[in-house]
């Protein structure tokens, strides 16, 4: 039977991709662009791969096709980023939950429109989130959401991806919030601690990102 997770691997610098991942097994793994090359090369077989490969060298492109691996090619004059065609391709696999790695780290012209297509989770109602070695990016909806410890990620900050988020609550931090309206350019929300095992958000309107932070010097 097929997990019911799919991890996207796109080609950012494989230093920022979390520790550890690559050893993950209970998971499908689709390949973008570099990204292919990263998890052949870690012995792990994608279920495809996506990109116009204009990432890796001719050597390696051909080492690549070498494997038994399905791949769809594009032109690099497209109108779609490579990333947002693989992103596509797996909600349409109608999976429980989607993480993208790899997408961050580069250009920031990419990092910020990667980020932006959070909002196809929201969209789709899948489980969609950026992860990347110091942080873990989701997007939601207005509702009422648990969360735990993770010593990965010890800080919790709440952007309002819409002009504005109301009503938003926070419960089980050190700076507690009781349904406060939170706006573009306000920084009241960064660097949020839990203080217990489990805290809670919720929020009435808007939609919010919400980012999931380590320093780099807790990661050594």
């Not at 997990?3 to 690559?22: F, H, M, R, T, W």
């Not at 994608?46 to 492109?61: A, C, I």
């Not at 580069?106 to 992860?131: F, T, Y």
Request: with cysteine; charged share 25%.
């Amino acid at each position: 039977m097929k997990s019911k997770e799919i991890y996207i691997v796109a080609g950012g610098p494989v230093e920022d991709l979390p520790q550890n991942l690559l050893e993950e097994k209970d998971v499908r793994w689709v390949g973008v662009d570099r990204g292919v090359y990263t998890l052949l090369q870690n012995g792990i077989l994608p279920e495809h791969g996506f990109g116009d490969f204009d990432s890796v060298t001719s050597k390696e492109r051909a080492w690549m096709e070498s494997h038994d691996l399905p791949f769809t090619v594009y032109p690099s004059e497209k109108d779609h980023t490579d990333l947002e065609i693989a992103l596509d391709w797996a909600i349409n696999e109608n999976p429980e939950a989607i993480t993208m790695f790899g997408v961050t780290g580069g250009r920031l012209d990419h990092s910020w429109m990667n980020v932006q297509m959070l909002i196809k989770g929201v969209k789709s109602h899948i489980r969609l989130a950026l992860e990347d070695r110091l942080n873990r990016l989701e997007m939601k909806e207005p509702g009422f959401f648990v969360v735990k410890e993770d010593a990965r990620f010890p800080y919790m900050s709440f952007l309002a991806f819409t002009p504005e988020v109301k009503g938003l609550t926070l419960d089980g931090y050190r700076y507690p919030l009781s349904n406060q309206t939170i706006s573009w350019g306000s920084s009241l929300c960064i660097s949020n601690e839990l203080v217990k095992e489990k805290g809670s958000y919720s929020f009435t309107e808007g939609i919010l990102l919400v980012v999931r932070s380590s320093d780099a010097e807790q990661q050594l």
